[in-house]
């Protein structure tokens, strides 16, 4: 068994209806560029506002790959 060295990268995800949906696209964009992700941790939930009600979700996400060296 050879050792194994993981990269993180953190991205951030919106939606308008969830800090759910907005951590899954986050997690869903990734999954497009980055091969074998392992763990997808969300650091900080945010919202925007607009006239006092809120208008989008965000959640930043922390994601771990394997990384393959060149």
Not at 29 to 45: F, G, H, I, N, P
Request: hydrophobic share 40%; no cysteine.
């Amino acid at each position: 068994m050879s050792d194994s060295v993981y990269k993180f990268i953190e991205m951030v995800g919106t939606s308008p209806t969830s800090w759910e949906d907005a951590a899954k696209n986050a997690v869903d964009t990734a999954a497009k560029s980055l091969r074998d992700l392992r763990v997808a941790e969300v650091k900080e939930l945010d919202m925007k506002l607009e006239n006092d009600k809120v208008t989008l979700y965000r959640a930043v996400v922390r994601l771990s790959f394997k990384y393959k060296g060149e």
